[in-house]
């Protein structure tokens, strides 16, 4: 039976006001691709929804980026110096940078650009707490000065997930970062369909045929962003046995995250290839919220960690072994800082530990409010789980369902759970977001100035400032260990498994695919 999703492209490509118009995409030109979610947020910087950094990509571009090997390389610089008492960073931009409407990229746009995302992403937070100043020398070339040394520098602008460092025009980036932005120019390979936009329907990207790649080979977000086709067009299917017969019958042309109980249909199609295109894979989070009661007692965050576990989660959602593994790990099971210390509570539950705390706690069997993704098929099993756990380990719960752009707004309320908050969330970060503790959001404990959950903890701080400033590598493992232990004794949050997921596409039509922990669309070729 064929499917019914429907096709069919704009037949021009109405672009942002005052933009350079493109011909009209062909439609054996056009990318056909089922993402994750729908597009909601087109602000990348507001949060850190991966829709919203997949955007991003297309219409943004970076001053460095991180290849294959997680080794640095400059994208919109063209070079750099780093003075001898490495406290002033002098950079210089690629000529020919221009913004989708054809007026040039300067220094005065990156200088806020990287101020809004300095001051909303946690990696961007600690390299911000170390500059004393920016400025602009000329169009082309600025200089960062620092209080002190750190190591993090380039790393920090080429942060290859949520929040990415995107640059954006000065006018968009003076917008507050507690502020979603109203303007959609960016300089990246791709420009925003904003007048076709169809949230919950599609969303319309056409080549930028202004953007001058670079000439290194492309490795992840590295090198030279290519596009070899006229557009690329997400739509939005809840199906996804819609989804894996359009790509079987050859209506699209890739799906991102094919559910893992029907990748066997795709595996014996000869014209449809699986890719693992992130072989680190990604990481499932609960995270609490701090701010409010019960888990602003620690005895009863502690019940809540002593409660889950990962297998429950990781059969729930994943189900095949091959695609999932048990890892104590925070910081991911292959890379290197890596360690088991302190995080084993996580393998498996212990339902009268948690009855126990809470009992010590004086819990008084307030509702936990547990908010349930229902749209993205590799989260929607996690907040049932949880709240099965919770509930055998004492806790009476309020599991609330909704789709995942709705979570991701709500997640950012601090009013209480019963006022439009919640109290526990899960959510999955793909491992090049959470490769160290200044890279992963959810080891900030900044109070105010950390991510959803606010958690405050000025030995965690310490730690991270120690991790920041120290460059052996040996001892940043020591006090990665640290942290690790220290997140598990105040509750940051918990791991609740590594996971993997192929990309399916047909191969029979589609060259060129990168691996990244994003999915990159340029590079592809339709033959």
Request: glycine share 6%.
């Amino acid at each position: 039976m064929r499917s019914n999703l429907p096709i069919g492209l704009a037949a021009g490509a109405a672009l942002v006001a005052g933009a350079v118009m493109s011909a009209p995409a062909s439609a054996d030109q056009t990318l056909r691709v089922v993402m994750h979610s729908d597009l909601k947020i087109v602000d990348p910087i507001w949060t850190t929804a991966y829709m919203s950094r997949n955007y991003g990509y297309m219409v943004y571009d970076t001053l460095f980026a991180m290849d294959a090997n997680t080794d640095v390389h400059p994208q919109m610089v063209e070079s750099y110096e780093v003075s001898a008492d490495k406290l002033t960073y002098t950079f210089t931009l690629r000529p020919g940078l221009a913004w989708h409407d054809g007026s040039p990229v300067t220094s005065a746009d990156v200088i806020p650009s990287i101020q809004r995302w300095g001051s909303k992403d946690s990696m961007g937070q600690k390299l911000m707490e170390f500059v004393a100043d920016m400025q602009a020398v000329d169009d082309r070339t600025f200089k960062m000065v620092l209080k002190e040394p750190y190591g993090l520098v380039t790393m920090s602008l080429a942060k290859p997930s949520s929040n990415v460092p995107f640059i954006m025009p000065a006018s968009v980036a003076a917008t507050p970062s507690s502020e979603q932005i109203s303007e959609y120019i960016g300089s990246g390979p791709f420009v925003f369909d904003v007048e076709n936009w169809k949230p919950g329907d599609t969303v319309l990207f056409t080549r930028n045929d202004n953007y001058q790649p670079r000439s290194e080979s492309p490795s992840w977000a590295s090198g030279g962003k290519v596009v070899k086709v006229e557009a690329v067009e997400w739509l939005s299917v809840k199906d996804h046995q819609t989804a894996v017969n359009s790509l079987i019958e050859g209506e699209i042309d890739y799906i991102e995250s094919p559910p893992n109980d029907l990748l066997p249909l795709l595996e014996g199609d000869e014209n449809v290839a699986l890719k693992v295109i992130n072989p680190l894979g990604a990481q499932f989070m609960f995270r609490l919220n701090h701010l409010h009661p019960p888990f602003d007692n620690v005895k009863i965050r502690r019940a809540a960690l002593a409660s889950i576990n990962q297998k429950d989660f990781m059969q729930a959602t994943i189900g095949d072994p091959a695609y999932y593994k048990e890892c104590a790990a925070m910081f991911i099971c292959g890379s290197a800082l890596a360690t088991d210390a302190g995080a084993d509570i996580v393998l498996k539950s212990d339902f009268e530990l948690s009855k126990q705390l809470l009992e010590e706690a004086g819990y008084d069997g307030t509702p936990i409010v547990i908010m349930q993704s229902t749209d993205v098929n590799v989260l929607n099993n996690l907040g049932p789980v949880a709240k099965a756990n919770l509930e055998k380990g004492g806790f009476v719960t309020d599991l609330q369902a909704m789709d995942w752009q709705t979570l991701v707004a709500r997640r950012a309320k601090r009013e209480h759970p019963s006022e439009g908050g919640w109290n526990v969330f899960m959510t999955s970060w793909t491992a090049a977001d959470i490769l160290n503790p200044i890279m992963a959001a959810g080891f900030n404990a900044g109070c105010d100035s950390a991510w959803f959950g606010w958690p405050c903890d000025e030995k965690m701080e310490g730690l991270r400032d120690a991790f920041a400033r120290e460059t052996d590598a040996a001892k940043q493992k020591e006090i990665a260990e640290q942290i690790q232990i220290r997140a598990m004794e105040v509750v940051t949050h918990a791991h609740g498994g590594q996971w993997y997921r192929p990309v399916a596409y047909r191969s029979d039509r589609l060259d060129g695919v990168l691996d990244g922990p994003v999915s990159y669309f340029w590079n592809i070729s339709k033959k």
